[in-house]
């Protein structure tokens, strides 16, 4: 997540892992590191053919998988 005055919107739809990573560490107090995004990358979480993650499909995801 940037924090250059002129990059200060992000695009739920369309984020960088490290992004994601930056995000969810501030929203939840916890260390979630681009690594962990890239794990659950791997793992079969949705991302764009363009590498980007609609943020609430990736929420979506992570929570279908705590329910199995």
Known sequence: MTTDKANLHLNPATMQPGDVAKLL???SG???SESMIQAAIDAGA???PHGTINLIELIAWLE????R
Not at 64 to 67: A, D, L, P, V
């Open 25 to 27: 560490t501030a929203a």
């Open 30 to 32: 916890q260390q979630v």
């Open 46 to 48: 949705p991302v764009s």
């Open 64 to 67: 279908q998988q705590n329910q």
